[in-house]
């Protein structure tokens, strides 16, 4: 099956600073990615879906320049969450889709803590 | 507005016997797609099953079957001769074919006793 992977796995910022979450499609080129963000015992909140070469389409209620995401490349979408705060601690899962592919491939998902 | 519904935020079943988890979904669309997916306490997204809504038969992958009823709208997933490790979240989902979001419902938390 097809393997999307997330650097890091886990992070620990301070406040004020901002952090680089990587997704990354190991084996097919991934036209479209999405990144989600959970909280804890929640379900999944889609953020934001990323297509490769063009601006990311931000979900209603998601700060676009809080949340810059970058789809340089068919394998390789970045979250940056800048100037981070307590508040935005959490889980943050990335996923991909192959062209006529129904299936979502999700990455192992980052914790971020903010302190 | 596409909904999908989980009723029970928590279950518990023993080790070996079958479990279903409910699932309801709402959608104007005609063309869609209903996914499980199961969320253990590492937190990746591993998919369990899919079920086109054109598709007339019952998706089934291993023990796990999608029991769906479409005039209900209903995907309800079934686990058979559940095992310890089947202990983890579970999350039903729908999409619009040829869209591309996913919308999720709001998990199950299933208990597998020994």
């Known amino acids: 099956g097809a393997v999307v992977s997330q650097h890091p796995s886990r992070v620990i910022c301070k406040s004020g600073t901002s952090v680089k979450i990587e997704c990354r499609s190991l084996d097919f080129q991934a036209t479209t990615m999405f990144w989600y963000r959970q909280f804890p015992k929640k379900s999944l909140m889609l953020m934001a879906t990323?297509?490769?070469?063009?601006?990311?389409?931000?979900e209603q209620g998601v700060e676009k320049d809080k949340f810059l995401i970058n789809h340089a490349s068919l394998t390789l979408s970045t979250l940056t969450v800048t100037s981070a705060h307590p508040e935005d601690s959490s889980f943050y899962i990335c996923?991909?889709?192959?062209?006529?592919?129904?299936?979502?491939?999700f990455g192992p998902g980052t914790r971020l803590t903010v302190t | 507005a596409q909904k999908i519904t989980q009723t029970q935020p928590g279950m518990f079943v023993q080790e070996k016997e079958a479990v279903t988890l409910d699932c309801t979904y709402d959608?104007?669309?005609?063309?869609?797609?209903l996914f499980w997916y199961k969320q253990p306490s590492s937190g990746e997204m591993i998919f369990l099953i899919y079920?086109?809504?054109?598709?007339?038969q019952n998706a089934t992958e291993g023990r796990y079957s999608l029991n769906f009823q479409k005039a209900r709208k209903s995907a309800n997933l079934v686990i058979s001769a559940s095992q310890l490790g089947d202990s983890a979240m579970y999350f039903c989902?729908?999409?619009?074919?040829?869209?591309?979001?996913?919308?999720f419902g709001a998990g199950t938390r299933l208990f597998v006793k020994a």
């Open positions: 959608t104007s669309d005609q063309s869609y797609g």
């Open positions: 989902a729908m999409k619009n074919t040829g869209g591309f979001k996913t919308i």
């Open positions: 990323s297509n490769e070469g063009s601006k990311a389409t931000y």
């Open positions: 996923s991909a889709i192959r062209d006529s592919s129904y299936e979502q491939y």
């Open positions: 079920q086109g809504s054109y598709d007339e």
